[in-house]
């Protein structure tokens, strides 16, 4: 091990918190095994041998978007082919498909220029409605501060709206890398990093809860990464109002970013072992299975993390992007993967309730 990493293991064991140079340090250290063993202790000390999944489903209720980013494969135009949106009926419809043991419906969609908010009301209405029992935890930051614009709302009452309707928490989307000069190359048109923070902070103000997203693999840096995770956690400080951070891996395919590579194993170890070392302030760290894959999910949990995810049943915006994965695990599939990796798996809630383990 050598020096720099002997520092960061002191602080690791000291329980004190590390410094941007100690991010650098991590992500130019070619040592994968010693920093998955690092944030392997922060993981146990933090959830013991625990692994938690959900029993979930995802509804992607439009594709059509006024912002068309660069790495986005999902998102259509709304006269070009294959562009679609559900009506409420159709989203119930959906919700049923497969729907036994569903604790939680995870909604996200395109900027749809003719949707006014009442749809987005009257779909959270019908939903809890027909299944008071799930949550629903939906729309990124990006799409509630959209409503807010067509609504001509505060982003406040614009959450207190939808979560008067229905909704519970919302998800994590939507943040990509927050430094500008990334942002202005692959999402110009999309709110910015500051603006992103704000609607999650909004939302910790009035009760409800989120996680939180970074977007890595692409043409971000090791610096702009960090200073991401950091961001994160100054507002985790300032609220308490996170729930997992979940790093989601760049998929090129059918993008206008296609020339880059998609990610290593190497790489998405090691940002889902930096995420937990950085984010201290974090409870749980999430490698969601449908980006990294499922065998890599497995091994990650001894790299800091300690959920993947949950049974998901229909995936379509990174599958738009070539995942390869399933669209779907089952519940025994899941307890099967955390099982070989020596965990105890939990069936959690949306909120990290306990449904067993």
């Given at each position: 091990m050598?020096?720099?990493?002997?520092?960061?293991?002191?602080?690791v064991?000291?329980?004190?918190?590390?410094?941007?140079?100690?991010?650098?340090t991590?992500?130019k250290?070619?040592?994968l095994l010693?920093?998955g063993?690092?944030?392997?202790?922060?993981?146990?000390?933090?959830?013991?041998?625990r692994?938690?999944?959900?029993?979930n489903?995802?509804?992607?209720?439009?594709?059509?978007?006024?912002?068309?980013?660069?790495?986005?494969?999902?998102?259509?135009?709304?006269?070009e082919?294959?562009?679609?949106?559900?009506?409420?009926?159709?989203?119930?419809?959906?919700?049923?498909?497969?729907?036994?043991g569903?604790?939680?419906?995870?909604i996200?969609?395109?900027?749809?220029?003719?949707?006014p908010?009442?749809?987005?009301?009257?779909?959270?209405?019908?939903?809890?409605?027909?299944?008071?029992?799930?949550?629903i935890?939906g729309?990124?930051?990006v799409?509630?501060e959209?409503?807010?614009?067509?609504a001509?709302?505060?982003?406040?009452d614009?959450l207190i709206?939808?979560?008067?309707a229905g909704?519970?928490?919302?998800?994590?989307?939507?943040?990509?890398?927050?430094?500008?000069?990334?942002?202005?190359?692959i999402c110009?048109?999309?709110?910015?990093?500051?603006?992103w923070?704000n609607?999650?902070?909004?939302?910790?103000?009035?009760?409800?809860?989120?996680?939180?997203t970074?977007?890595?693999?692409?043409?971000?840096?090791?610096?702009?990464?960090?200073?991401?995770?950091?961001?994160l956690?100054?507002?985790?400080d300032?609220t308490?109002?996170?729930m997992?951070?979940?790093?989601l891996?760049?998929?090129?395919?059918?993008?206008e970013l296609?020339?880059?590579?998609?990610?290593?194993?190497?790489?998405?170890?090691?940002?889902?072992?930096i995420a937990?070392?950085m984010?201290?302030?974090f409870q749980?760290?999430?490698?969601?299975?449908?980006?990294?894959?499922?065998?890599?999910?497995?091994?990650?949990?001894?790299?800091g993390?300690d959920?993947?995810?949950?049974?998901v049943?229909?995936?379509?915006?990174t599958?738009?992007?070539?995942?390869?994965?399933?669209?779907?695990l089952?519940?025994?599939e899941?307890?099967?993967?955390?099982k070989?990796?020596?965990?105890?798996?939990?069936e959690?809630?949306?909120?990290?309730?306990?449904?067993?383990g």
């Amino acid at each position: 091990m050598n020096k720099n990493l002997k520092k960061i293991e002191e602080k690791v064991n000291n329980n004190q918190r590390l410094s941007f140079e100690d991010g650098v340090t991590l992500f130019k250290s070619p040592d994968l095994l010693t920093i998955g063993y690092l944030a392997n202790i922060v993981r146990e000390r933090k959830n013991g041998d625990r692994a938690y999944f959900i029993s979930n489903r995802h509804i992607n209720h439009t594709n059509i978007c006024v912002n068309r980013c660069r790495f986005c494969a999902f998102s259509k135009d709304s006269d070009e082919d294959g562009a679609y949106t559900m009506t409420v009926e159709g989203v119930l419809s959906s919700a049923g498909e497969r729907r036994y043991g569903v604790s939680e419906f995870h909604i996200v969609g395109g900027l749809h220029p003719n949707l006014p908010l009442q749809y987005y009301i009257d779909m959270l209405t019908a939903l809890h409605r027909e299944y008071p029992d799930v949550h629903i935890q939906g729309f990124t930051a990006v799409e509630i501060e959209y409503l807010s614009r067509i609504a001509n709302l505060p982003i406040k009452d614009t959450l207190i709206k939808l979560r008067n309707a229905g909704l519970g928490s919302i998800p994590g989307g939507g943040a990509e890398i927050f430094a500008e000069r990334v942002r202005k190359k692959i999402c110009p048109e999309k709110i910015s990093g500051e603006e992103w923070l704000n609607v999650h902070k909004t939302a910790h103000q009035i009760g409800m809860r989120s996680n939180a997203t970074m977007l890595y693999g692409h043409i971000e840096i090791v610096e702009e990464r960090i200073d991401h995770l950091i961001k994160l956690r100054e507002l985790q400080d300032e609220t308490g109002g996170f729930m997992s951070f979940i790093p989601l891996a760049f998929h090129p395919k059918n993008t206008e970013l296609d020339s880059i590579s998609k990610t290593t194993g190497n790489l998405d170890l090691r940002v889902l072992a930096i995420a937990c070392l950085m984010l201290d302030n974090f409870q749980h760290i999430k490698a969601f299975w449908i980006m990294v894959g499922p065998k890599l999910a497995q091994i990650s949990l001894s790299f800091g993390v300690d959920d993947i995810d949950g049974t998901v049943v229909e995936e379509k915006i990174t599958h738009s992007a070539g995942a390869e994965t399933e669209q779907s695990l089952t519940k025994d599939e899941l307890i099967r993967m955390i099982k070989e990796a020596g965990r105890i798996p939990v069936e959690r809630d949306t909120l990290y309730n306990n449904f067993s383990g």
